[in-house]
């Protein structure tokens, strides 16, 4: 069903292989969409695009051809949209956790300086050292970030793909995290890769072939973009949750219609779908704590149904609820990795859409944050540490054999391995046959982690 399951964690699977952004001037497209005046993908007057030029596709009839660009056009829209508002919550959040560990570094009179993220840029981002303070009045970062791709797209020794990766270790609240943006200006589908976006394609309500009167037949040699936000916070106390998020969009221009030929004039030759969704690995089960992080998630989406925005079946809370259960699970052991919240793939991009995926990143701070404030001050006890320990050595096990992006990424030549592994908890523990006693805290969250429960 999925056509971004092979593109996951820290972004997925064509991110990791090659493995910011606050708004500039602003104006409203025809189609109402808000865009920048420099958009992410170049495109000229012409309509010819970063991602390909249809110069090797047969002519359309006139008014056919003005509906494609106009198509073309709505879709590059939502994608530069979406990229602008990447860059400026990544700096949010940055701020607001970088807030949090200052809060309760002075709440425990703590001598030392409060953890910071470190920023490593790759790619065309590589040397650009953007001032860490964040001003939300500021649009300097942008417009710099922005003319470094734009003379990117023209040097040929410099392809459009990079990232700002923002790491912090070693804090009161967060004992390692990281918040990740990756950036695919231009890529060409591999045969492996087209068939498998196909095959994930073919499963999926929203997006098989060759029902979908709006699907197109990706094949070998399409070109793509695509961008990322992921993130993940492993808690220094076992009384907070880990933390796990991700955001991504996923555009592939084909010249192929449904029925594999070259794009006639009734095939679109653009379409983009998004992914992502945000979860919980909790150390002990605090009920009223995942209560809360569910219901938020629930809210959302209920708010957006109603709305008519996302009323496609496989998208309502309860679809994404059981997606996020059966994805973070270790068959080997026969338990899930947390006690979940959303995962959504091959949602097919549209105005609407765009909202709901905004919507589920701007729920990721107040989701988590209360529960931080909640509970970082409860005693911890040698046990509940080693506790923890043990379970975030099944978090790396989940990574390691069964995260498809993860698995990617290490098996590409020359991974970006820091890139790959920032998921990776900063200490964990595997001990043989660890017993656990019945009817004990520990006992009680392994119930639900082989028996997941609704929590809304």
């Known amino acids: 069903m999925r056509v971004f399951a092979f593109i996951s964690v820290a972004f997925s699977i064509l991110i990791k292989q090659a493995h910011g952004w606050l708004p500039q001037h602003q104006h409203k497209s025809d189609n109402g969409i808000t865009s920048n005046s420099q958009p992410w993908l170049s495109r000229s007057s012409s309509s010819s695009r970063l991602l390909s030029s249809k110069a090797d596709t047969p002519s359309l009839a006139p008014e056919v051809q003005e509906q494609e660009d106009e198509k073309e056009k709505h879709q590059h829209d939502l994608f530069d949209d979406f990229v602008d508002f990447l860059l400026t919550k990544q700096k949010e959040i940055i701020h607001e956790l970088e807030d949090l560990e200052a809060e309760h570094t002075a709440k425990n009179d703590d001598t030392n300086e409060p953890a910071v993220f470190s920023r490593d840029t790759w790619g065309i981002f590589e040397g650009d050292d953007d001032d860490d303070e964040y001003d939300e009045e500021d649009d300097e970062p942008l417009r710099k970030t922005k003319e470094t791709l734009a003379t990117a797209t023209t040097n040929d020794d410099k392809p459009p793909v990079g990232g700002i990766t923002r790491v912090i270790q070693g804090g009161q609240v967060i004992e390692k995290g990281a918040c990740s943006f990756t950036l695919i200006g231009q890529g060409i589908l591999s045969k492996e890769r087209a068939a498998t976006i196909r095959a994930r394609q073919q499963g999926s309500s929203t997006t098989a072939l060759p029902n979908n009167k709006d699907a197109i037949s990706i094949q070998e040699g399409d070109h793509y973009a695509a961008a990322a936000l992921s993130m993940v916070l492993h808690s220094r106390s076992p009384h ?45 089960l605090m009920a009223d704590d995942i209560t809360f992080f569910h219901q938020c998630y629930a809210d959302l989406c209920q708010s957006h149904q109603e709305a008519g ?13 059981k997606a996020c259960d059966d994805y973070f699970y270790l068959p080997a052991r026969q338990e899930h990795r947390g006690t979940g919240g959303l995962f959504f793939d091959d949602m097919t991009m549209t105005s609407s859409r765009l909202d709901f995926v905004k919507g589920v990143v701007e729920t990721w701070m107040p989701s988590w944050i209360p529960l931080v404030r909640l509970r970082q001050q409860m005693t911890v006890t040698e046990q509940e540490r080693h506790w923890q320990l043990l379970r975030r050595g099944r978090y790396l096990e989940f990574n390691l054999l069964y995260d498809r992006g993860v698995r990617f990424g290490l098996a590409n030549a020359n991974p970006r391995v820091e890139g790959v592994m920032v998921s990776a908890p900063p200490l964990i523990a595997f001990e043989y046959n660890y017993p656990i006693v019945p009817d004990s805290r520990e006992a009680e969250l392994m119930k639900v982690l082989k028996t997941p429960k609704d929590w809304v």
């Open 309 to 321: 925005d996302n009323n496609v079946e496989e998208y309502t809370y309860q679809s994404m609820k």
């Open 240 to 284: 907070v949750p880990t933390f796990r998020s991700d955001v991504r969009v996923f555009l592939v221009q084909s010249k192929h219609d449904s029925n594999h030929d070259t794009v006639s004039s009734s095939a679109p030759t653009t379409m983009a779908w998004f992914g992502g969704g945000a979860d919980l690995t909790p150390y002990y």
